[in-house]
């Protein structure tokens, strides 16, 4: 994991986004524990209570669950659910997309256009 | 008021870094050296103007003169140990108010020290007895000199005692010496006044010790009321 | 949430300062910052939290039960130090091991011993040593620490461990506050003073500001952080941004200054720009504020 400390993106926001993704993408698994609070606060050279609310944030998305006294573990993800979530990913990307387009005055069609290119690009 | 297992000894150590009987032995031997640095300078002196070791062993012995130098060297170790305070802001200050047993431990520590103060006191006397039976230098009252010194000091440690309700530091590190030679003084020079009646000097002695329990006890109730609590 | 120490009312009384009331918590699990300028009272409140000195009135109870400094089980689990001259100057680390050892029941000498070298003091079981007069501040800071973290606690209370400190030793600071919370996971707590938070922020949870003798604001420092935004803007707009602003300083050509979140919208209709303020602006601000009501 790595953190970027004089960013613009809070610090708790990226230790979820990359847990998230880890998650997401199998890497960990329904079951797997969360490193400890304290303990991923000392790995990362942060504040306890920053981990604290990157794993209260993927809690609340229903990603992991707190076990009391014990920490944080990964839930069963239902295939829905992940789908959702990764829709959620993926409108996000879009709207960053959508948004650099309006700035640099890119109609839908070129957009459109260059997102198929990149696609076969990376079907390739 | 908790209770816990510290001894006097251990009390001690946690405000000096050295137990009761080692503080002891530090001050016990400091006096005597002391005591023979200064008398052992006054003998080369008079031994460079009497040209003999027995003239100059007569010039000193029997004069006042050991007697008068037994009563300030002693003096001077009991003023060092007495006055050494462990208020709030002066190191070490604020640990010791959070170790356990709190003022306890403070009230064992003091009880040490005064222990340790009366033994040297005694120390240093027994070896002026020995340097008097000996005929290394002689007392002009022998044993009753002795016991005239021993008692007048241990007014002084009381009295050094009573000094801590002068609040002022420097007032206070300004009168005690004072305090302790003037009542050192009449040690020297009450057994030529009653021709070295030891019961007189022991009556003093016997004065004296109730008079340093009632002492310690008021300084520590004045410390605790007025600096611990505050 | 569990408090290692709940604050109720303390006051104490001097001839010119009054301190308190002082309403505060230090949460179980986290470390604690006490912030605020010289003089602002956090030394007054510290000593009587650790029994140093006495209060005038008011309750501090600890974990969750304990009221009474004077009990020596509540004694042994606080590790206290003051900010200088915490031992008597002609010590040697190895006086300090004995009379540590003596006045709690939980001091292990052989970790007294890996923490001196950690700190590069030298081994304090070692016949020839100095005395701590002869350590530079921060060694003998480091030296006080030592002989506080070589004891199994529940809860440190550091006064100014930073100040005496250089940059190196002040990061090293923050992972032993790390190293002691995750050593035990949520059951350790550290409250600390500090009038410079920028070296800290990384190792503070909970912030408690300070001003005049009073807290002026306490609270999860990302909680801290989404309640207060960092404001700034061109000066010829700063007079119409103040009003909705905590506190503000300026030059000629603009201005900065905290505000809460919620007038974030009234304040982007100013031509402003809003971020998250880091915990250090976040002080600025507060004290800020707190000076200009004083004046």
Known sequence: MKIYQNSNEPIYKQIAVQLREQILTGKLKAGDPLPSIRGLAQDLKISVITTMKAYEELASEGLVTASKGKGYYVNAQDERMLKE???????????????????????????????????????? | ??????????????????????????????????????????????????????EARNELSGTGFINTFLAIDAGIILMITGLMHYDRQLPGGKYFRTVKGGFDTYRKMKNASLIARVTALIAILIFGAFSHLLGVFKLSYGIS?????????????????????????????????FIIFATGLP????????????????AVAAVAVPFILISQKAMLSDYKKNKWNQ | MNNAIEINGITKKYKDF?????????????????????????????????????????????FGNMTD??????????????SANFFPLEWTL????????????????????????????????????????????????????????????????????????????????????????????????????????????????????????????????????EKYILVH?????????????????????????????ENAGMLSTFDTAVETPTLQQLSVGILRKAEEDDQ
């Open chain 2, 145 to 177: 000199d002795i016991i005239y010194i021993g008692a007048f000091l241990l007014l002084s440690i009381g009295e050094v005692n009573f000094m801590n309700y002068i609040k002022n530091p420097a007032l206070r590190g300004f009168l005690t010496p």
């Open chain 3, 69 to 82: 400094i004077d009990n020596d089980n509540l004694r042994n689990r606080i590790g206290y130090c003051s």
């Open chain 3, 233 to 261: 803007g061109d000066a010829e707009n700063a007079d119409k941004a103040r009003p909705f602003m905590i506190s503000c300083s300026g030059g000629r050509t603009s201005f900065e200054g905290i505000a809460l979140a």
């Open chain 3, 18 to 62: 009054m301190l308190g009331e002082v309403h505060a918590s230090v949460p179980c699990g986290f470390a604690t910052a006490l912030i605020g300028a010289n003089g602002a009272g956090k030394t007054t409140l510290i000593d009587i939290l650790c029994g140093v000195t006495g209060k005038t009135s008011g309750e501090a109870v600890y």
């Open chain 3, 94 to 225: 190895k006086k300090v091991a004995d009379s540590v050892e003596l006045g709690f029941d939980n001091f292990n000498r052989q970790r007294f011993s890996e923490l001196c070298k950690r700190f590069k003091l030298g081994d304090p079981a070692e016949k020839k040593q100095k005395k701590l007069v002869q350590l530079s501040d921060g060694n003998k800071m480091r030296a006080y620490l030592a002989s506080v973290l070589a004891r199994d606690t529940e809860l440190l209370v550091l006064d100014e461990p930073a100040s005496s400190l250089d940059p190196l030793a002040r990061d090293m600071l923050c992972d032993l506050f790390r190293e002691y919370l995750s050593e035990r996971d949520g059951e350790r707590s550290i409250l600390f003073s500090t009038h410079n938070i920028a070296d800290m922020e990384y190792a503070t949870d909970y912030a408690v500001f300070m001003a005049n003798g009073k807290v002026i604001e306490q609270g999860f420092v990302e909680d801290l952080k």
């Open chain 1, 85 to 124: 979530q990764h829709m959620r990913q993926l409108e996000k990307h879009l709207s960053d997309a959508i948004y650099s387009a309006k700035i640099a005055g890119v109609g839908l069609e070129e957009v459109e256009q260059t997102l198929e290119m990149l696609w076969n690009f990376d079907e390739e």
């Open chain 2, 1 to 54: 008021m908790t209770n816990n297992t510290l001894t006097l000894s251990q009390a001690h150590k946690i405000y000096t870094g050295d137990g009761m009987g080692l503080h002891a032995l530090k001050l016990g031997i400091g006096g005597i050296l002391m005591y023979s640095a200064t008398i052992s300078a006054f003998f080369i002196v008079m031994l460079m103007s009497q040209g003999s070791v027995s």
């Open chain 2, 187 to 202: 040690g020297v020079i009450l057994p030529n006044v009653f021709d070295g009646n030891i019961y007189i000097g022991l």
